[in-house]
């Protein structure tokens, strides 16, 4: 006991917590810390520069190589070159905030930042990212800031600022107390006018950037503070420059948002409390006895929200619910890349500035003849919902998967029909004549249907505009699938199905805060209506494959098929292995496999002799044909079979009397081929069976 005592005294970790404390040194990387805090002096700094010129790069370039550090790729989509940048999925973070379904308007965000790092005139603008609510502009601005702050931190995104070593009243009597950069700038500001140019053009001769064209640009002055600093250095050693800058100790920082270090964040407030000081800085009361002036720098805290962000960026929430006072600041932040702290001369910044509003406040500003030089400084970046299924479903598996959901079993299509549903109500109706939402939603999702090729879905994506900018946000469905969760039926069963989300989703609707009339809100439980009844095709399909999945069945049916189809086509007869006599091939059994994928009496011969084409092509190939080779085949077979099967397993006496134990033991079995290739659960399993069943007892057998 004594010797415990006298470890934990001496500050050693006890017996038990050994490894723990093992565990998270291990964790620690000392080199990486070493390297994100290195000091040194000005000259040290001019050799890092001299070897590395990337390290002045400005705030949109750094935005702009950060993004493209981690890679993209080129893909086409409705006749359309796309490019998907590996950013957005938030690699930082192992896809907590990745994005889906937005690549064009991604798309244009980066060209936005490639201009802007060009130096093309897009950096003398404010970003402002304009969707509905939910549409991930807050998500697309976390990952900017959240990138920005993880490529500081690496060797190709370091980036430098500096400190003046001063005495205790910041004078150049001493360098006994330090006193930081107040905006983080850039150290090669430290380089009078006269020299700056030549040093530049030195730069820009070794710098080759890994991703776009551009120059290295350091453009404006210190400020008031530094510039007051440097004034008295400089007047203390008579103009000696090298002398003064023995007082520059230059640092290396990492952009940090909970740090307020080259990541700012301004968030409107009561008009009545908001103050503009709050974007450039205000006045250090308590100093002011100590210099004597509040016009005197040093009395000054240069803390505001656009002083922080220098050297990055500065995210406005809502940015036009700001006073018209805020956004007159933010005029010249943008054109000028100047802000005018409280009796401070105009002070240069180097930050991207981008803020996201929502469809009502952007169409008031609009309608606001006096926001006129504000508009004209904003680009405006769309960010709709998705309106691609796939993209949809992906967003509820990030929240719903079963990595986060353990406890309870989430059935087989439960979070696709929610998409679904999602995706429907944020569609145009289609100006095409027999063409539904649900077959636009699917060609938009990729799936072939007969008649329409890539040129009419282009046609439809141009004929809707605004696709995407109206509709049900993801937040709602979320809240629905999550109610869903903690129902008492989901806590007893510890399970959810389709049908319990779609029934919340339904009674939402009557007191969803953004509809605001009842024809949206019937066109919507319209929508719904078309979604459960594509469910019930699916798991009809399911259950139809399930029942059909006898492999040595279809396999039997195939090889029967083949031969009949083989001795029609070369006018033959067929070996009956029973009579052992030759017969006429079986025409009733050709067509009952034909009619299931609608193949035609008058189309018959065609579609026979397309079939042993099709072998007889494999077999030059060297290839065998098999009963899934061919896909038409292969689905009319398993219709076929299910048909055969059907009867046997009486699944309409699944609603209607007790089931005796031979058709149980099928029964079973299908279930199981459920569980194991759909996904389902003894439970859903179960219910979909009953499902479907009841379909079929009142005779719902609508074709495929």
């Known amino acids: 006991m004594a010797q415990d005592s006298q470890g934990a005294a001496r500050g050693a970790p006890a017996t038990g917590a050994g490894d723990l404390v093992s565990l998270i040194e291990s964790r620690i990387d000392r080199r990486s810390f070493q390297d994100t805090t290195w000091e040194g002096t000005f000259f040290d700094y001019l050799d890092i520069v001299n070897k590395d010129p990337a390290v002045v790069r400005n705030a949109y370039q750094r935005l702009y190589d950060a993004i493209l550090s981690y890679g993209f790729e080129k893909y086409r989509v409705f006749k359309k070159d796309c490019v998907r940048y590996h950013f957005f999925s938030d690699p930082i973070d192992h896809g907590a905030d990745g994005i889906f379904g937005l690549d064009f308007a991604l798309m244009q965000l980066v060209d936005f930042l490639r201009a802007a790092a060009e130096g093309y005139g897009t950096d003398k603008r404010i970003l402002l990212l304009h969707g509905p609510v939910g549409s991930s502009k807050s998500t697309i601005a976390r990952l900017l800031k959240k990138g920005l702050e993880a490529y500081s931190r690496t060797e190709a995104g370091r980036l430098y600022t500096f400190s003046w070593l001063l005495d205790e009243h910041c004078g150049p009597g001493g360098t006994d ?9 850039e150290p090669l500001l430290l380089v009078p006018r006269e020299a700056r140019a030549d040093i530049l053009a030195r730069l820009n001769g070794s710098f080759r950037p890994a991703h776009r064209g551009g120059v290295l640009r350091v453009v404006g002055e210190l400020d008031p503070f530094c510039r007051k600093v440097y004034d008295d250095l400089m007047r203390h050693y008579a103009g000696d420059w090298r002398q003064a800058m023995r007082h520059v100790k230059v640092r290396r920082i990492t952009l940090s948002e909970k740090d307020r270090r080259g990541i700012g964040t301004f968030q409107p407030k009561d008009e009545k409390n908001q103050d503009s000081t709050e974007l450039t800085g205000d006045i250090n009361y308590r100093k002011i006895a100590m210099f004597g002036s509040d016009s005197d720098p040093r009395a000054f805290n240069f803390d505001g929200e656009l002083n922080i962000a220098n050297r990055g960026i500065c995210e406005f929430i809502e940015v036009l619910k700001l006073d018209v006072a805020f956004l007159y600041d933010l005029l010249g932040a943008s054109q000028e890349h100047l802000i005018k702290p409280k009796k401070f001369a105009q002070t240069h910044i180097d930050e991207v500035i981008l803020g996201h509003t929502n469809e009502p406040e952007y169409k008031r500003l609009q309608n606001n003849e006096m926001m006129e030089a504000f508009r004209d400084r904003t680009i405006k970046i769309d960010v709709p919902y998705n309106i691609r299924l796939d993209d949809e479903v992906r967003i509820y598996q990030k929240d719903f998967g079963p990595e986060r959901i353990r406890n309870i079993h989430i059935a087989p299509h439960t979070l696709e029909v929610a998409a679904m549903w999602a995706v429907l109500t ?15 939603l699917k060609l938009y999702n990729g799936k072939a249907i007969p008649g329409y090729t890539e040129d009419s879905i282009k046609e439809l994506k141009e004929e809707a505009p605004r696709e995407g900018m109206n509709g049900i946000s993801p937040r709602y469905v979320q809240d629905k699938i999550s109610n869903a969760l903690v129902s008492h039926q989901a806590v007893e ?15 939402g609707l009557s007191h969803h805060s953004l509809i605001s009339d009842e024809e949206t809100r019937k066109r919507y439980r319209e929508s719904l209506a078309v979604v459960k009844e594509e469910y019930e095709d699916i798991i009809k399909a399911e259950v139809q494959r399930a029942i059909s999945a006898d492999e040595d069945a279809i396999k039997r049916l195939n090889q029967n098929y083949i031969e009949n189809v083989r001795a029609y086509t070369q006018r033959e007869k067929v070996l009956n292995k029973y009579t052992g006599k030759y017969d006429e091939p079986d025409e009733r059994l050709m067509r009952s496999i034909e009619e299931k994928i609608d193949i035609p009496e008058s189309r018959k011969d065609d579609f026979r002799q397309e079939i042993m084409n099709y072998i007889g092509a494999l077999a030059l190939d060297g290839k ?23 009867d046997t397993i009486k699944l309409k006496n699944l609603v209607s009397s007790v089931v ?7 029964i079973d079995i299908v279930k199981q081929r459920l569980i194991k290739q759909f996904g389902y659960n003894e439970t859903s399993a179960t219910d979909v069976l009953n499902y479907v069943a009841s379909i079929f007892a009142r005779g719902d057998t609508k074709s495929k």
């Open 426 to 440: 944020r569609l145009e109706a289609p100006k095409k004549a027999g063409l539904s939402p649900l077959q636009k």
């Open 493 to 507: 069963e510890k399970a959810i199905n389709p049908f319990m989300v779609m029934n919340e989703l339904e009674a």
């Open 660 to 666: 005796d134990d031979e058709t149980q033991q099928k």
């Open 624 to 646: 065998k044909f098999e009963y899934n080779t061919n896909a038409r085949l292969y689905k009319a077979l398993e219709l076929k079979l299910f048909e055969d099967q059907r």
């Open 177 to 185: 107390h330090e006193y930081p950069c107040p905006m983080h700038e």
